[in-house]
C-alpha cells in the first residue's frame, strides 16, 4: 500500500509559479512510477505529467511542455511539480498518483491515488 499526500497548492496570479510536492509512504518508493492528474471544473481528470523511479524518463502532456518540470528524490519518498508561466486555464485540483513498474506509460491508469491540492490562477 502506498498513501500519497499532496501540498504546495494555492492562489497565484497568471504568469506566476508555484510547486507542488507529493509526500508518499512505504519503503519501497523507487520502484514506483509517479504522476501529476488534474482535473478542472467541470472537466474529466487529464494526465499532466510522469516519472520513472530512477528519474531517466519523464512524460508531459503537450499543453505544460516548457513550463511544467517533474521530480522526484527518492531519498525523502517525495515528488514534485514545479510550474512556472501558469495561466488560467490551469486552474484544477492537481493529483499525485503512483503505480509500481518501472515503464512510464504505467502511470497513466494509477493504483494509488493522492486526495489532491486546489490551484487556482487568476487573470
Known amino acids: 500500500q502506498v498513501q500519497l499526500v499532496e501540498s504546495g497548492g494555492g492562489l497565484v496570479q497568471a504568469g506566476g509559479s508555484l510547486r507542488l510536492s507529493c509526500a508518499a509512504s512505504?519503503?519501497?518508493?523507487?520502484?514506483?512510477?509517479m504522476g501529476w492528474f488534474r482535473q478542472a471544473p467541470g472537466k474529466e481528470r487529464e494526465f499532466v505529467a510522469a516519472?520513472?523511479?530512477?528519474?531517466?524518463?519523464?512524460d508531459y502532456i503537450d499543453s505544460v511542455k516548457g513550463r511544467f518540470t517533474i521530480s522526484r528524490d527518492n531519498a525523502k519518498n517525495a515528488m514534485y511539480l514545479q510550474m512556472n508561466s501558469l495561466k488560467p486555464e490551469d486552474t484544477a485540483v492537481y493529483y499525485c498518483a503512483a503505480r509500481q513498474g518501472s515503464t512510464v506509460e504505467l502511470v497513466y491508469l494509477p493504483d494509488y491515488w493522492g486526495k489532491g491540492t486546489l490551484v487556482t490562477v487568476s487573470s
Open positions: 516519472i520513472t523511479g530512477s528519474s531517466d524518463t519523464t
Open positions: 512505504g519503503r519501497t518508493f523507487s520502484r514506483y512510477v
